[in-house]
């Protein structure tokens, strides 16, 4: 029961998390990539509280500590226009995937962060994915044993009994906690879940506009609604390698959210947790937080010392929708290999681009010392742009990556030092110690045959030849012509230099699916192409007159970098 007459039955709770941290998500994201993504949770939760000002309502703002840790001004911000901060875990990770250890120690981590950033304690928790009473109620008794004293985590099931379907106390032998499990209506089959978020946007408003006044009138449980920040921003990014599924359950209807949370709180306010448990004087104690801040991992201290010069080469082609995840992703890249002891410079080559890429790219970078754009006057192809931005650079060491980031450019700094014995690293996926994720199984066995069929052909016996991921020496490479400029000529690129007796070296790396914007690649226009390639490297290498790089020296890094390799 509400410990005063004027505070709301209606509790307002909001996930603090951003597109790329959702479940619907974990598949295609991994937690380590996080920090290349364009984030908008800031911008998103300030709508969020300026939609709350407008309406003198309370919510319980549940937020990951990772935000915490990034963005403690925000979480001081929040407590500060007087809602309730509360735990939602350090990473968005299934409670079910960790051990009662980990599921503690990733307690304790967010806890501090939280209390850290918003110097209150934290007293409540909810989980990053709805749980069963029936199966994770062991989770409130580590919470009760760790000092919280409410959760809100608990889905309830058609097996879970009546009361437990409301806010309840749980005992445990550290004392007692309330649950306040997710709003449902039985609808005779089972419960529906009517308390926002996803099923508010799915299902038609006018039955649960009728539900929530049902609930409110039939007694005095509070009705608990939650919506995440992501779902009061209609223009956030989308993840094209998403399923169809996944796309209807996080995008339809994002435009909804808002002018439902404006009816609401026109109707019945809201008020935030410990307000309505009457626990405030306890969220309201104050912690100096500096525990949490002496566990902020140390920054990595880059290297004194000369560095080597190398250039990476980014071709472009319509991708304005990869060039913010680009932008924040190249920032670590050029932080990785500085301390890696190597002074990067940028090449974009803009092959006639017709979207915004060409805008987006000044925006971007065209302020930056160590960054370049060429423009093609003309739309070439992916092999053209690469030799464009290679015979531009002034480096002897010249990398090249695709723009959309489908293999870790942070391991350019493992690769670069194998140039020292070879004219060309390729980074390979089908090698042993490589991998692929979540790219389609078709594509998996096009690239296979196509490997294959080049081992048939070509001196060097390797896994991977079509990667355009790829560290090479401008002086083995300048000169060579490939005929083709588009996909192909990546292929041709390294089998002309196989021919003409160039090292070539392969990297086991990781390809990940793309997560914005389309592929350019003309599938069955590729295939052929292929084989009229072999046709003719087969040709010159029978036929043909041969002619031998002799690999020079490369400049060495002054740090030593390991990495498995396997020669060709």
Partial sequence: MPQSPNISRHILTVLVEDYFHVGAFEKLIHQQNWGHFEPRYRQNTIKALDLLDRFGAKA?????????????????????????????????????????????????????ALEAASGRKIIGYRAAEKLSPERDEWIQHTLAEEG???????????????????LHEVETEFGKISELPYATIDTGIGPLPISGGNYIRQIPYTLTRRAVRRWLEKGDDPFIFYFHVWELDPD????????????????????????????NLGLYGSSDIAGYLGLLSEYEVSTDGQA??????????????????????????????????????????????????????????DDRSTDATTQILKELFGEKQNFSIIHHSENKGVSAAIMTGLKAAETEIVCSMDCDCTYDPHELARMIPLLTDADMVTASPYHREGGVRNVPQWRLFLSKGASFLYRRVLTSQLDTYTSCFRVYRKSSVEKLQPRESGFLGVAELLGLLDLAGGCIIEFPAVLNVRLFGSSKMKTLRTIGGHLGLLSRLASQKWFGKSRTIKTSSTPKADTAVSGNLAKG
């Fill in 60 to 112: 319980t703002f549940f937020i990951l500590g990772w935000i915490a840790e990034n963005d403690p001004s925000l979480v001081r911000e929040i407590a500060e226009r007087g809602h309730e901060v509360a735990d939602r875990g350090f990473y968005h990770r299934s409670v079910r995937s960790l051990t009662p250890d980990e599921f503690r120690e990733d307690l304790r981590r967010s806890r501090a």
């Fill in 236 to 263: 956030q990014p989308r993840i094209s390698a998403a399923s169809r599924l996944n796309r209807i359950r996080h995008y339809r209807k994002l435009d909804k959210m808002e002018w439902i949370l404006n009816e």
């Fill in 292 to 349: 949490a801040l002496a566990s902020t991992p140390e920054k990595q201290v880059q290297r004194q010392g000369r560095k080597t010069p190398v250039t990476i080469v980014i071709p472009c082609y319509n991708e304005e929708a990869s060039l913010p995840y680009l932008s924040n992703t190249l920032r670590s890249v050029d932080t990785t290999l500085s301390a890696a002891g190597y002074k990067a410079s940028f090449i974009f080559v």
């Fill in 148 to 166: 919280y004293l409410y959760d809100a985590s608990m889905m309830p099931t058609r097996n879970t009994p009546p009361e437990k379907r409301v």
